[in-house]
C-alpha cells in the first residue's frame, strides 16, 4: 500500500510524507504540500502545473513539439495532420494551411469519450451481459434437452416392443386356436375308426360262433359284411401351419420407428438486439411520481402486461381481456374461449397474448385475431405465467387437489423444465391455489411473488434457491406482507407488491431492500415499460397506476 495515504490517514505529500497534501502537480501526477511545492519546480519550471489539490487533473498537459522542444503544441494542422507550436506555424511549410485550436479538439474529443463510456456501459456492455447469459443458459439445457429427445426415443422403441409382443401373442392364440382345431379334428377321426374296428371286432366273434356251429339256420340266414369292411373311410389328413416370416428391411424399420433430424446452425445478421438507451439513471427518486392513470372500467383488475407504452393489456374477474393505450381508451377486447376469467396474462416478443384458463386447464394465445389452445395440462391448474426474454413460458401451477405447487418452463407446447423443489427436497412454493406471478429477471433468474406463502422466491436459471424475500416492515404499517404482483426493471431490481400494506417494494437483484413505493391503493399486477416506469394495476379501484421511480439522468 501507498505509504502516504491509508484508510484512516489523509492523503499526504508525496515528496516529504509527512504534512497532508495541499496541491497537485498535473504534470507529474505529484501529491504536494506547500513547503514542497518550490523544490518540485526548481528543475524545469515552465512544464510544471501546480494546481490545488481539489482541481488536480483539470490542466491540460500539452504534447511537446517535435521540432522545437521548448515548446508546447496547441494547434493542429489539418492540412498535414500534425500537431504545432507557434513557430511551426510561423515557417513556410503550413503556409496557407488549415488550422485547429488542440483544446477545442479535446473537448470535442472528451465528449464523444464520454458518450461512448456511457453507451457502452448502459447499452453496449448489458447487451452482451444479457447475450452472454442467454448462451449460458442454453449450454446448461444442452444435456437436460437431449436427455429429452433419448428419453423420447426410449419411449417409442417401448412403444414397438409392445406393438410387437401384441403382434406376437395375437399370433401364439392364433396358432394355439389352430392346433387345438388340428387335435380334434384327428381325434375324431380316430373315434370313428375305432367304432369301425370295434364293429370289426364284433362281427368277427360272431363268425367264430357261428363257424363252430351246426345249426342249419343260423349258417343259412349269415349275411356277409364283407364289403362293408372292405370299403375304408376316407384318409383325414390335417396339413401342418407354416410360419411366414417376413424379411426386415433395416432402413424401412428405422423409418417407421421415427427419424432423427440433426441441429439446424443458423446465423442472422440481425438476430441479436442493442438494448435501448437508458433515460433513467438507475438512481431512486426520494418520493415516486404518478404519471397517468389509465381508467379500464374493470370493477377489480387483477393482471397487466405490455406489447408497448401504447398496447397496455389488461385483465380481471371476467371473462374478456382488454387492451387499453395511455388515454383510457379501449383499443380491443377479447373473449375467452371457455367464458371464464383468465387467471393471468403475458404479451410475447412478438406482440402475440397468452392467457391463462383454469376453468380448461390450458394456455391459449390469440393470433391474428384467434384464440388457438397451444398447452393443456393434465392434473394440474394454470394459476399465473409470464414470457421470457427468449419468449419461452414460465407457468405457475397448482394440483388439482391443491397440494403442490410449481413453475415449468415450456418452449412453446414442449416442457423444458420444472421447479418444484429446494436442494433438500422441500417444496419452494405453497401447495395451494394462491397466486403466484412470475417475472423473470435480466439475469435469468426467476422470481415468484407467492402470495400463499408471503413470500418472493428467486431461483436461478437452474432453478437453485438464491434467496426468499418475507417482507420489509413499514414503521406505520402492522399488517403482514402480501405479495400480489412482481416485476423487474432494467438494472435487475425486483419489484413486488404488496396488497396489505398498499405499497410496492423495491429490491436489488440479491434481495436487499432498497424503497418503497407508498400510496398505491391495493396493487395487484406489475409490470415495467422500456423507460423504467411501473404500471400498477389497482384491484379495487380498476385503474392502471403509471409511476415514475428513477430519477432522471443529468
Not at 442467454?134 to 417409442?156: F, G, H, N, P, W
Not at 375324431?188 to 370295434?198: C, F, P, R
Not at 410360419?243 to 443458423?266: A, D, Q, R, Y
Not at 399465473?384 to 407457468?395: G, I, K, P, Q
Request: glycine share 4%; proline share 3%; net charge neutral.
Amino acid at each position: 500500500m501507498d505509504p502516504s495515504f491509508t484508510l484512516q490517514d489523509t492523503v499526504r505529500c508525496g515528496l516529504c510524507k509527512n504534512h497532508i497534501v495541499q496541491n497537485y502537480c498535473d504534470f507529474c501526477h505529484t501529491n504536494l504540500c506547500k513547503l514542497c511545492i518550490g523544490e518540485h519546480i526548481s528543475n524545469d519550471y515552465d512544464k510544471h502545473k501546480v494546481v490545488p489539490f481539489q482541481e488536480r487533473k483539470s490542466s491540460l498537459i500539452f504534447p511537446t513539439c517535435k521540432l522545437h522542444s521548448n515548446k508546447t503544441c496547441h494547434l493542429h494542422c489539418k492540412s498535414c495532420d500534425a500537431l504545432l507550436c507557434v513557430l511551426c506555424i510561423a515557417s513556410d511549410e503550413h503556409k496557407g494551411h488549415d488550422f485547429r485550436v488542440l483544446e477545442d479538439i479535446y473537448k470535442t474529443k472528451k465528449e464523444c469519450i464520454e458518450k461512448d463510456t456511457r453507451e457502452i456501459e448502459n447499452v453496449i456492455a448489458p447487451t452482451y451481459e444479457e447475450i452472454k447469459n442467454e448462451l449460458i443458459y442454453q449450454i446448461a439445457s444442452v444435456d437436460r434437452e437431449y436427455e429429452k429427445i433419448t428419453k423420447c426415443m426410449s419411449e417409442q422403441g417401448e412403444i414397438w416392443h409392445t406393438e410387437v409382443d401384441k403382434v406376437i401373442n395375437k399370433m401364439k392364440n392364433e396358432i394355439s386356436e389352430i392346433k387345438k382345431n388340428h387335435r380334434t379334428i384327428l381325434e375324431k377321426h380316430l373315434n370313428e375308426i375305432k367304432q369301425i374296428k370295434s364293429l370289426i371286432e364284433e362281427n368277427l366273434v360272431t363268425l367264430n360262433n357261428i363257424e363252430e356251429s351246426n345249426d342249419v339256420s343260423k349258417i343259412v340266414n349269415y349275411r356277409t359284411r364283407l364289403n362293408e369292411f372292405r370299403k375304408l373311410p376316407p384318409k383325414v389328413h390335417v396339413k401342418m401351419p407354416t410360419f411366414c416370416s417376413k424379411p426386415i428391411n433395416g432402413e424401412h424399420f428405422h423409418e417407421m420407428i421415427g427419424t432423427l433430424k440433426p441441429f439446424v446452425l443458423t446465423s442472422h445478421e440481425n438476430g441479436y438486439k442493442m438494448k435501448s438507451q437508458e433515460v433513467s439513471s438507475g438512481e431512486l427518486l426520494d418520493i415516486p411520481e404518478t404519471v397517468s392513470i389509465v381508467k379500464t372500467g374493470y370493477r377489480h383488475i387483477r393482471s397487466i402486461s405490455l406489447y408497448s407504452e401504447e398496447n397496455i393489456w389488461t385483465s380481471g374477474k371476467v371473462n374478456y381481456i382488454k387492451c387499453f393505450n395511455p388515454d383510457s381508451k379501449c383499443m380491443k377486447t377479447i373473449t375467452t374461449k371457455s367464458g371464464e376469467w383468465p387467471s393471468d396474462i403475458a404479451v410475447k416478443s412478438g406482440g402475440d397474448l397468452v392467457y391463462c384458463d383454469f376453468k380448461m386447464k390450458t394456455l391459449n394465445q390469440i393470433k391474428d385475431g384467434k384464440i388457438e389452445e397451444i398447452i393443456r395440462l393434465c392434473g394440474w391448474t394454470p394459476i399465473n405465467l409470464c414470457v421470457t426474454l427468449s419468449d419461452d413460458f414460465l407457468v405457475a401451477m397448482c394440483s388439482n387437489d391443491t397440494t403442490q405447487s410449481k413453475i415449468v418452463r415450456f418452449s412453446g407446447y414442449i416442457e423444458k423444465q420444472t421447479i418444484q423443489f429446494d436442494d433438500k427436497g422441500k417444496p419452494l412454493y405453497s401447495g395451494n391455489s394462491a397466486t403466484k406471478h412470475i417475472a423473470e429477471n435480466k439475469n435469468h433468474d426467476i422470481c415468484v411473488a407467492d402470495c400463499g406463502a408471503s413470500t418472493v422466491v428467486v431461483v436461478d436459471l437452474n432453478g437453485k434457491l438464491r434467496f426468499i424475500y418475507s417482507g420489509y416492515a413499514l414503521e406505520s404499517n402492522t399488517n403482514h406482507f402480501l405479495p400480489s404482483g412482481i416485476a423487474t426493471d432494467s438494472q435487475s431490481r425486483i419489484l413486488t407488491a404488496d396488497s396489505n400494506n398498499h405499497c410496492i417494494h423495491i429490491l436489488d437483484k440479491d434481495g436487499l431492500f432498497l424503497h418503497f413505493i407508498k400510496n398505491i391503493k391495493s396493487p395487484h399486477g406489475l409490470c415495467v415499460d422500456k423507460l423504467d416506469q411501473i404500471y400498477v394495476a389497482n384491484y379495487l379501484t380498476g385503474t392502471v397506476k403509471i409511476v415514475k421511480y428513477l430519477k432522471d439522468i443529468t
